[in-house]
Every structure is written in structure tokens, then in C-alpha cells.
């Protein structure tokens, strides 16, 4: 149904372009010579140019990003290109004379086409954000600079400077030839890079552009050969390419919902616009250094065409500088992206590493610790035996108690292990993150006290609640804070600052210290890694506290700070709605009693 709907579109454009293209050549060429035929041949175009326009202001609103830039520059050269129009119909119907030389609309009709190669430039079927806009707005105004440089480098000295209107004539012809193939140039570079939408927009364009260049240099020679009048036989080519063009911007217009950007780039277009723009910059000493020794033109024209040199220069150095300093922005900006996403990607690999080698070890330390724990039963209970018996001497009874000591010292690290190594994870239900950690400095609010470490807590209030198990996310806050008290331990103004605040989606909890800090950050959670003497720490703690949070789908990280310290940071993700429980289990937030 769409294939039929594309064809009797097409046929329809066809058929009016074919038709507006008969009727102006009809009526134009029955028309008596004078202001019927000038009104015609002058108000057509205009006609045409306005209308073409104002479609592509409706493709530019109907659109975004490079798209939209594609129509606003080329709507841009549409309204200049009928700004030129304007003025014939202003000569020479509204006051009836004959173009005057030299002409301000000429300049008008040599920029109008600097837009179109911006517009191309930007390469519309490209993925967003392959290309800053900025930058493509720097490249459009170097070219548009240039363009006006070689404007006013060739044919301003003998248009304004000193009339030679032979001169002037031929070098406009020439230069707004060459303007209109690089134009078509890049049109066709486009049209056989792309596919779909893209490609019949460029082809249209291209074939009416293609039909206006030729048109144009038929005028210009009909002009030359005092042939020509406004309304003739000359003027059927040019209004033809002004209807192909509606009919171009008519297709985009139908199509926009079926333009889709190119999956992949072709390289050697890429860089099309900046080879441009630095072409042209070091095009100016070139042509400065042949005004100066090879030109023959009279020494007015030579020190104008060396003046309006200089002043390129300096106005093209400047927006280089703009542009090499926006790059250098870009740049460092990237190198910060990149930055962040290896630091990212280290700390990610860290904690699969960690993860894999917490389950292996679990699995490990699971059965080692079952196996040791049931002589360990047997110890304990043979021992009391041996204390309560009758027969037994005083040194006898206290090597038995001290074997007993020693089994469960001993039975309390097997409990560790089989801790640590507990695969089960406990209930989840919502959870006040900040209630967990003020419940958790409650409880060892007077070891610190009796330490004399001063404790200041900064708990954001109103923190959006996270899943998770409240007793053994308090049991995670506690062995960080027991960590900082033998860190601490001994120093002298020892602070410990506890925080808690939202970032995005996440809420994140920080413990520092003003201690000596970690001696190897990275080893902080590998099991049975610790600094403590023998006898004070199995090295298990912040290992079962790293598995806990990864079970929480959290992230625990450590570091010493520059001010000197440790600081431990955990980051759970807020709970969504989407993603609630049953409101029974989601209001069970149950927390460990206050000792």
C-alpha cells in the first residue's frame, strides 16, 4: 500500500512540475516583450523561490538535530536566492527600469549558495552526534568567509573599486561557476554515499541544481551577447530547476517519516568541510603573494585585492583559534570520558575478581568448617566433663580449662567461617537507610566515647528507602565502625564523620577517619587479609561485609584521603515502585535491638 502511495506521489510531482513548466513557457512566450513578460519571468521565480522556502521551514520544524541545521541552511539560501529575485521584481516591474550595474543583488546571488555547502556539509543521514554542531557552524563560517574573500579578491575591485563591467562580468561568471559545480560536487558525493530517503533527496537536488547551473551560464551568455530579456526563451530552463526544486523539498517534506540515518559512516567524507576550511585558509597567502608580484592590475586594485587579504587573514586566524580552542575543550573532555570509563571498567573488573574468588573460597571454607566443628563439639563437651570430675588436681583442672578456652576461641572462628561463607541470602524487604546507620552508631556510641574519638554524623534527612536486609546491613555499618576504632585507636584528636545523602538514583553512605589509613586499599576485602595482631582479627569481617553488599546489589569501595585517613563508601540503589514487593513484606523493616 505504501509502494502505491509513493508512486502516485511521485507521478503527481511529475505531472505538476511538468505542467507549471508548460504553463509558464506558454504564457510567457505569448505574452507581448515588455512589463507583461518582466512581471511574468520576475514574479515566477520569486514565486517559486518563496514557496520552496517556506516548505523547508516546515521540514526544519518537523525535525531535529542535524537535520533541522540541513533545512534552516538550505531554506537560508533559498530566502537569500529569493532576496535576489526580489530585487529584479523591484527594477523592473515595481520601477521599471533595467538592472543597474554593478548590482548589489549579484552579491546576494554568490552567497546564497555558501549555505547549501554548509548544508551538505553537515551530512543529515548521519548518526547524531557524530559531528558537534558547533563545529560545523565554525567550518560554514570559514567558508562563508572565504567565499566572501574571493568575492571581493576578484570581482569587487572592478565592481566597485573601478568599474569594468567586461572585467567584472567575466570574473563573476567564472567564480559563480566554480561556486555552483563544487556545489554540485558534493551534492552528487552525498547521493552515491547514501541509501533510501537520503539518496532520492540528494538526486533531486541534485539534478535541479544541475539544471540551474547550466540555465545560468545560458543566461549569462545570452547577457553577453545582448540577447537576452526577462520573460524569453532562456528563462523556461531556469524556472524548470526552480519547479524541481519545489518538487525536491515537496518529496522531503512526504517522505521525513521514512529518512532514517545511516547505520555506518563513509571515511573518506568525513572530513570533508575542515580539509575545506583549512584549503581555503591557506589558500590567502597564495593569492596575497600573487596580487603583490604577478598581478598587472592598476596599483589601486593591487593594494585593494592585498588590504582585503590582510583582513581575511586576520578574520579566518581568528575563528581557527576559536575553533582549535573548542577542540582542545572537546578533547580534554573526551580524555576525561575515558578516564572514567577505564576507572569504571578497573573498578568492575576488581569486583568480578572479588566475587569469583568470595564464592570459590565460600565454597571451600563451607566444608572445611563443618568438618572441623564437629570435633570441636567433642573438645568442648569432653573438657567440661574432665572440669566437673572430682578426682582431678588443681594444674589439671586449669589445663583443662585452658584447652576448653582455646576450643571455643577455635569454635568461634569456625562460626565465622561458616558465616562468611553462608550462601543463603537473608530476607529483603524495604529499608530506612538512614535509620540502619543511626541504629548502628546508637550501639557503639560509647566505645567511641570511652576511645575519645569525636564523632560527627551529617544523615541527610527524608532518604528514599533501598531493599535490602536491616540486620545485616547494620551488622555491615558496625564492622566499618569497629575498622575505624582500631585505626584509631590511640591517636591523638581522632575523628570519625559518618554521612549519608542521595546522588541520582542511588544512596550513598560514607564512613571516614582521621587515622593512618590503609596500608594496601586494594586487598582491604580479600579474606583473612588483616594488619591486627595475632589474636585480635580473623580478617573475615569486611570480606562477609563486601559479600553482603554485592548480595544487596550495592558497591563498597575504600580509599585513603588525601587529608589523610580511610574512607569507606557504599552505594545502594533506591528502591523503585516498578519493582516493589507485596506491601505485607514491604513494610517489614525489622532492625536489630539497641544494645
Request: charged share 15%.
Amino acid at each position: 500500500m505504501s509502494t502505491w502511495k509513493q508512486l502516485l506521489g511521485q507521478h503527481w510531482r511529475m505531472t505538476g512540475t511538468a505542467g507549471l513548466i508548460f504553463l509558464y513557457a506558454v504564457v510567457s512566450l505569448n505574452l507581448p516583450q515588455g512589463a507583461p513578460q518582466k512581471f511574468i519571468g520576475d514574479f515566477t521565480p520569486l514565486l517559486l523561490l518563496l514557496a520552496a522556502s517556506a516548505i523547508m521551514v516546515r521540514n526544519a520544524i518537523s525535525t531535529r538535530g542535524q537535520t533541522r541545521v540541513f533545512w534552516v541552511l538550505i531554506a537560508i539560501g533559498c530566502a537569500l536566492w529569493a532576496s535576489n529575485a526580489a530585487l529584479w521584481f523591484f527594477y523592473e516591474v515595481l520601477r521599471h527600469r533595467d538592472i543597474p550595474e554593478p548590482f548589489v543583488g549579484d552579491i546576494v546571488l554568490f552567497i546564497h549558495v555558501v549555505p547549501f555547502m554548509a548544508a551538505m556539509a553537515l551530512r543529515p543521514h548521519l548518526p547524531v552526534g557524530q559531528q558537534k554542531l558547533y563545529f560545523s557552524t565554525l567550518n560554514f563560517v570559514l567558508l562563508l568567509v572565504w567565499w566572501m574573500f574571493l568575492y571581493a579578491f576578484v570581482v569587487f575591485p572592478d565592481e566597485y573599486v573601478s568599474l569594468n563591467v567586461g572585467v567584472y562580468s567575466r570574473n563573476y561568471d567564472l567564480l559563480y561557476l566554480l561556486e555552483n559545480v563544487a556545489l554540485l560536487v558534493a551534492l552528487a558525493a552525498l547521493a552515491l554515499g547514501t541509501r533510501g530517503a537520503w539518496k532520492r533527496i540528494y538526486w533531486n537536488l541534485f539534478v535541479a541544481l544541475s539544471l540551474y547551473t547550466m540555465s545560468s551560464e545560458t543566461i549569462n551568455a545570452a547577457i553577453s551577447a545582448g540577447q537576452y530579456h526577462t520573460g524569453s526563451l532562456y528563462d523556461v530552463p531556469f524556472v524548470a530547476s526552480l519547479c524541481w526544486l519545489l518538487a525536491a523539498v515537496v518529496l522531503a517534506w512526504q517522505v521525513q517519516r521514512q529518512i532514517e540515518v545511516e547505520p555506518a559512516a563513509e571515511q573518506r567524507w568525513m572530513s570533508f568541510a575542515p580539509r575545506l576550511a583549512r584549503l581555503a585558509i591557506l589558500s590567502l597567502p597564495v593569492m596575497g603573494y600573487w596580487a603583490w608580484f604577478y598581478d598587472t592590475a592598476p596599483v589601486r586594485l593591487r593594494y585593494f585585492r592585498l588590504l582585503v587579504t590582510l583582513v581575511a587573514m586576520l578574520v579566518l586566524g581568528l575563528f581557527v583559534f576559536v575553533r582549535q580552542y573548542l577542540l582542545d575543550h572537546e578533547l580534554m573532555r573526551l580524555l576525561a570520558e575515558s578516564r572514567r570509563a577505564l576507572d569504571n571498567l578497573q573498578r568492575l573488573q576488581t569486583q568480578v575478581v572479588q566475587k569469583e574468588k568470595l564464592a570459590s573460597l565460600g565454597q571451600l571454607v563451607a566444608g572445611a568448617a563443618h568438618e572441623i566443628n564437629a570435633p570441636l563439639d567433642a573438645i568442648l563437651q569432653n573438657a567440661g566433663v574432665l572440669v566437673d570430675h572430682e578426682g582431678l588436681e588443681a594444674n589439671q583442672v586449669s589445663m583443662t580449662k585452658k584447652i576448653g578456652e582455646q576450643a571455643r576461641r577455635a569454635q568461634e572462628l569456625v562460626s565465622g567461617l561458616l558465616s562468611f561463607a553462608r550462601q543463603s541470602p537473608g530476607e529483603k524487604s524495604l529499608v530506612d537507610i538512614g535509620q540502619v546507620v543511626q541504629r548502628a552508631m546508637q550501639m557503639k556510641t560509647l566505645h567511641l566515647e570511652n576511645h575519645k574519638i569525636k564523632v560527627e554524623t551529617n544523615i541527610a534527612p527524608g532518604l528514599p528507602r533501598v531493599w535490602g536486609n536491616a540486620n545485616q546491613l547494620i551488622q555491615c555499618c558496625l564492622e566499618i565502625i569497629d575498622n575505624a576504632l582500631d585505626a584509631l585507636d590511640g591517636t591523638p584528636g581522632a575523628t570519625f564523620t559518618l554521612s549519608t545523602r542521595q546522588e541520582g538514583n542511588e544512596v550513598v553512605l560514607e564512613f571516614a577517619d582521621s587515622g593512618p589509613g590503609l596500608r594496601e586499599p586494594q586487598r582491604v576485602f580479600d579474606p583473612f587479609y588483616t594488619t591486627k595482631p595475632i589474636g585480635k582479627g580473623t580478617g573475615l569481617g569486611l570480606s562477609a561485609t563486601y559479600g553482603v553488599v554485592q548480595d544487596h546489589q550495592g558497591q563498597i569501595s575504600c580509599q585513603n584521603r588525601p587529608e589523610g585517613g580511610a574512607i569507606f563508601t557504599i552505594r545502594f540503589s533506591v528502591a523503585h515502585p516498578e519493582t516493589a514487593k507485596p506491601a505485607a513484606a514491604a513494610e517489614q523493616t525489622a532492625l536489630l535491638p539497641a544494645h
